[in-house]
């Protein structure tokens, strides 16, 4: 089983896998430390999105992704709109959403890619990061889950863009499920919960009844069992089961912190 370890470079924490590492596909998800933005933004906030400076958090997206000797140039992001749409990424997508929102990829919410160079970066501040490696075909995927993305089956349709687009086999995919609120934290409404319960029947535990009227939700859960279902192998998926609620020294929590918080950068790439 693949174990994440944290990891330290040029100030930067973030999270990786040495095994993803060891075989060029370079993989992070950041720590809220070693960057230059302040206040409720201190310090690595990487969301063009907040109400931070841009000439800050783009230079501390220049310093994260400067840990794999990479550029702005060679960063891809997309819009995150809470959806479920996949984006093939490649060469002539390049440094789009970098510098800026408004040419950032529109309405999706995951991008795949088989070109090597290209960084797919995305922004989290409680929603579940999904990365997807494909050893075979040398692919990989990021997906981000939040409760509508979940909903949506968006990790599902990354596995199945990827079959459609590169020819991979969901059994030859591994996954990494990064931080994200957990279901200490994730506290949903009765309504939302029956909704849960009604479209993933037959998924087990995602739903934690606490009383008749108090639900958490297992998003990291939820979305393993999904990815099983459509074929990955269970020993394939690796799980970072730590809370970004739970640990605001780490991380920035957008339901803990109220909304007024930064965004940390889930990243993956192709080494040359």
């Not at 206040?39 to 906030?45: F, K, P």
């Not at 063009?48 to 992704?65: F, P, S, T």
Request: hydrophobic share 35%; aromatic share 10%.
């Amino acid at each position: 089983m693949e174990q994440w370890n944290w990891f330290e470079k040029d100030e930067i924490q973030f999270i990786s896998l040495e095994g993803w590492l060891k075989e060029g596909v370079n993989i992070a998800f950041s720590a809220r430390q070693g960057g230059v933005s302040e206040g409720v933004y201190d310090s690595l906030n990487m969301g063009l999105h907040v109400e931070d400076q841009d000439i800050r958090v783009l230079e501390n997206r220049r310093r994260y992704i400067g840990i794999f000797d990479a550029h702005l140039n060679d960063v891809v992001c997309c819009q995150q709109v809470h959806g479920s749409k996949v984006a093939r990424v490649d060469q002539n997508d390049r440094g789009k959403g970098a510098r800026r929102l408004s040419d950032a990829l529109i309405e999706c919410d995951a991008m795949i890619t088989n070109s090597p160079g290209i960084y797919l970066l995305s922004f989290y501040a409680d929603c579940v990061p999904v990365y997807f490696y494909d050893r075979v075909n040398r692919v990989v995927g990021m997906a981000h889950c939040g409760w509508k993305g979940t909903m949506g089956r968006i990790a599902s349709k990354t596995v199945q863009a990827m079959q459609r687009e590169y020819n991979t086999y969901a059994a030859d995919i591994q996954i990494f499920i990064g931080p994200g609120i957990g279901p200490c934290c994730f506290d949903i409404q009765p309504d939302l919960a029956a909704k849960v319960n009604a479209e993933f029947n037959g998924l087990h535990d995602i739903i934690i009844t606490n009383n008749k009227s108090s639900f958490t939700w297992d998003l990291q859960e939820t979305n393993r069992q999904l990815l099983i279902e459509c074929g990955v192998n269970p020993s394939y998926i690796y799980v970072c089961k730590l809370c970004t609620s739970c640990h605001t020294d780490h991380f920035y929590s957008y339901r803990k912190e109220k909304g007024d918080t930064g965004r940390m950068g889930a990243v993956i790439g192709l080494e040359y």
